[in-house]
């Protein structure tokens, strides 16, 4: 008889901070969640953790069973009907009979009565079979719990930030899982967490610790000390219980030191990240002085564009996507022959499919939103211009992220504003959309190669895309509720203690 392998993906990382709600709806970026055979037609053949899960059963023969895939942007707790939908169709599969279960899970979701989704998720299916493997797969921002851990037989999680080897963590997830199935290896999990929460704009191995800690992640592993070993710096605009830095490192129980090899990785990892917590804080810039530093930067026209990172107001970690703070600084300096996206204004969007392809439109653009949490209201900007293009928002994903994965923006426009200093196209989206991918602009027929500026409303995953076509950076402070100065939140069930919010 075949195997039966259950594979699942729920996704949502929870900013506990944003105003924008999650329904289920919001699952499926903009579609709702998929199920059965729908869930694995949506990612198979995908960059995702699911798709090498699915790609492993295939080569096993095994039978395999899709029971949902929902995964949404980041944004407020969930309610718990919603939760309810997700988990029930995992639970009933897991029920029927299964050799193995293989999850492509976030790390950060939190439910409206319960701060560690992940961990329920587990608990509920242990109940169900106790004795079942289980592998999971994190994002690089996870609020691990000690529940979650223990709970688990294998945990991986991304090493890159951009997420460009989610795929790769994924499979070694599942690789290790099946050699455990087939008697090859006995994984046993040691971790740790520290009293740390790292802003995430210094998450990339490239901008601080993470670098040397994963660099003696991928060392273990190459040298084959131990079976895996990954760093979760965290997601620091969730406040729960469990939200800290923290590493995990799986070793092989069948060799005689597979244990205490874990442990010291594990350690040294963590090391790192308490001797070099300092640079995990992030010191707030002037706007105005960001700005006119890219202005500066692209007068002579550089050989690619320049980009203005507005990181306070990505909606890949829960921003509204309509504070104009930045926008409004670029038309003010006028920054000219520059392309923004995207602008989260649906209002917007059908005033200019009213006016129509080629003419005039006068919008109060964004601003829409209020962000109580921090104490910041909605203030739209008053924008004339033309509208350039309209699209229905339906896209793919060209690479290194989510390569081949659809995605949608809802009905989308393009302004164009011209004024006595610059030109600037907006992409204004019905529906939220971290820009990660030149197809942000080259479905509605931007070339953002040829631009001397990009504005972008992100703040890593852009360089996923945009790195390599960029002359210059520069990170935008603005506002909003991904703001990286973590002062401005007021955080209640974070333990505290926690760096760098106390001394």
Same mark, same amino acid.
């Given at each position: 008889?075949?195997?039966?392998?259950?594979?699942?993906?729920?996704?949502?990382?929870?900013?506990?901070?944003?105003?924008?709600?999650?329904?289920?709806?919001?699952?499926?970026?903009?579609?709702?969640?998929?199920?059965?055979?729908?869930?694995?037609?949506?990612?198979?053949?995908?960059?995702?953790?699911?798709?090498?899960?699915?790609?492993?059963?295939?080569?096993?023969?095994?039978?395999?069973?899709?029971?949902?895939?929902?995964?949404?942007?980041?944004?407020?707790?969930?309610?718990?009907?919603?939760?309810?939908?997700?988990?029930?169709?995992?639970?009933?599969?897991?029920?029927?009979?299964?050799?193995?279960?293989?999850?492509?899970?976030?790390?950060?979701?939190?439910?409206?009565?319960?701060?560690?989704?992940?961990?329920?998720?587990?608990?509920?299916?242990?109940?169900?079979?106790?004795?079942?493997?289980?592998?999971?797969?994190?994002?690089?921002?996870?609020?691990?719990?000690?529940?979650?851990?223990?709970?688990?037989?294998?945990?991986?999680?991304?090493?890159?930030?951009?997420?460009?080897?989610?795929?790769?963590?994924?499979?070694?997830?599942?690789?290790?899982?099946?050699?455990?199935?087939?008697?090859?290896?006995?994984?046993?999990?040691?971790?740790?967490?520290?009293?740390?929460?790292?802003?995430?704009?210094?998450?990339?191995?490239?901008?601080?610790?993470?670098?040397?800690?994963?660099?003696?992640?991928?060392?273990?592993?190459?040298?084959?000390?131990?079976?895996?070993?990954?760093?979760?710096?965290?997601?620091?605009?969730?406040?729960?219980?469990?939200?800290?830095?923290?590493?995990?490192?799986?070793?092989?129980?069948?060799?005689?030191?597979?244990?205490?090899?874990?442990?010291?990785?594990?350690?040294?990892?963590?090391?790192?990240?308490?001797?070099?917590?300092?640079?995990?804080?992030?010191?707030?810039?002037?706007?105005?002085?960001?700005?006119?530093?890219?202005?500066?930067?692209?007068?002579?026209?550089?050989?690619?564009?320049?980009?203005?990172?507005?990181?306070?107001?990505?909606?890949?970690?829960?921003?509204?996507?309509?504070?104009?703070?930045?926008?409004?600084?670029? $038309?003010?300096?006028?920054?000219?022959?520059?392309?923004?996206?995207?602008?989260?204004?649906?209002?917007?969007?059908?005033?200019?499919?009213?006016?129509?392809?080629?003419?005039?439109?006068?919008?109060?653009?964004?601003?829409?939103?209020?962000?109580?949490?921090?104490?910041?209201?909605?203030?739209?900007?008053?924008?004339?211009?033309?509208?350039?293009?309209?699209?229905?928002?339906?896209?793919?994903?060209?690479?290194?992220?989510?390569?081949? $994965?659809?995605?949608?923006?809802?009905?989308?426009?393009?302004?164009?504003?011209?004024?006595?200093?610059?030109?600037?196209?907006?992409?204004?989206?019905?529906?939220?959309?971290?820009?990660?991918?030149?197809?942000?602009?080259?479905?509605?027929?931007?070339?953002?190669?040829?631009?001397?500026?990009?504005?972008?409303?992100?703040?890593?995953?852009?360089?996923?895309?945009?790195?390599?076509?960029?002359?210059?950076?520069?990170?935008?402070?603005?506002?909003?509720?991904?703001?990286?100065?973590?002062?401005?939140?007021?955080?209640?069930?974070?333990?505290?203690?926690?760096?760098?919010?106390?001394?």
């Amino acid at each position: 008889m075949p195997q039966r392998f259950v594979i699942a993906l729920i996704k949502h990382e929870t900013n506990t901070f944003s105003p924008i709600e999650t329904p289920l709806e919001r699952f499926g970026h903009g579609r709702g969640p998929a199920f059965g055979r729908d869930a694995r037609d949506a990612y198979a053949g995908s960059a995702t953790p699911m798709a090498a899960y699915i790609d492993i059963a295939v080569r096993e023969g095994a039978e395999i069973v899709t029971p949902v895939a929902a995964e949404a942007w980041p944004s407020a707790a969930c309610s718990r009907a919603t939760f309810e939908t997700l988990v029930r169709p995992l639970e009933a599969a897991v029920r029927d009979g299964c050799d193995a279960v293989f999850l492509d899970l976030h790390g950060a979701m939190v439910v409206t009565d319960n701060d560690d989704a992940e961990g329920e998720i587990l608990a509920r299916l242990r109940a169900i079979a106790p004795a079942v493997p289980i592998a999971v797969t994190f994002d690089y921002h996870t609020n691990l719990s000690p529940a979650t851990v223990g709970l688990a037989n294998v945990i991986t999680g991304y090493k890159t930030y951009p997420h460009v080897d989610m795929y790769e963590a994924g499979r070694q997830a599942g690789e290790i899982l099946l050699a455990s199935v087939q008697g090859r290896v006995k994984p046993v999990m040691k971790w740790g967490s520290l009293a740390l929460v790292p802003s995430i704009m210094r998450h990339a191995p490239e901008d601080g610790p993470s670098g040397e800690i994963l660099a003696i992640a991928r060392a273990a592993e190459r040298r084959g000390d131990v079976l895996a070993a990954t760093l979760l710096p965290a997601f620091a605009h969730a406040d729960t219980r469990f939200t800290a830095l923290s590493a995990v490192v799986v070793g092989d129980a069948m060799r005689r030191d597979g244990a205490a090899r874990a442990q010291a990785v594990c350690d040294a990892m963590l090391q790192v990240a308490r001797t070099r917590r300092g640079e995990y804080a992030y010191t707030p810039t002037n706007l105005a002085q960001d700005v006119a530093r890219a202005h500066a930067l692209g007068r002579d026209g550089p050989d690619g564009p320049v980009l203005l990172i507005d990181h306070c107001d990505n909606c890949g970690s829960g921003g509204t996507q309509d504070v104009m703070a930045v926008v409004e600084e670029i $038309l003010k300096q006028g920054l000219d022959d520059i392309a923004i996206a995207p602008i989260r204004d649906p209002q917007a969007v059908r005033m200019m499919i009213a006016a129509g392809t080629g003419n005039n439109v006068t919008l109060s653009l964004g601003g829409k939103t209020d962000m109580p949490s921090i104490g910041l209201a909605g203030r739209p900007l008053t924008v004339s211009g033309k509208v350039r293009t309209i699209t229905d928002g339906e896209i793919v994903f060209r690479g290194p992220m989510y390569t081949g $994965l659809k995605s949608h923006l809802g009905p989308t426009a393009v302004l164009e504003v011209t004024g006595a200093r610059g030109t600037a196209q907006i992409v204004v989206t019905s529906l939220h959309h971290e820009p990660f991918d030149l197809v942000i602009f080259r479905h509605c027929g931007i070339e953002p190669t040829r631009k001397r500026f990009l504005m972008l409303k992100s703040r890593i995953h852009y360089r996923a895309g945009f790195k390599p076509i960029a002359s210059h950076i520069v990170e935008c402070h603005g506002a909003g509720v991904t703001n990286a100065d973590l002062s401005v939140y007021r955080y209640r069930r974070l333990p505290r203690p926690s760096f760098p919010l106390d001394p």
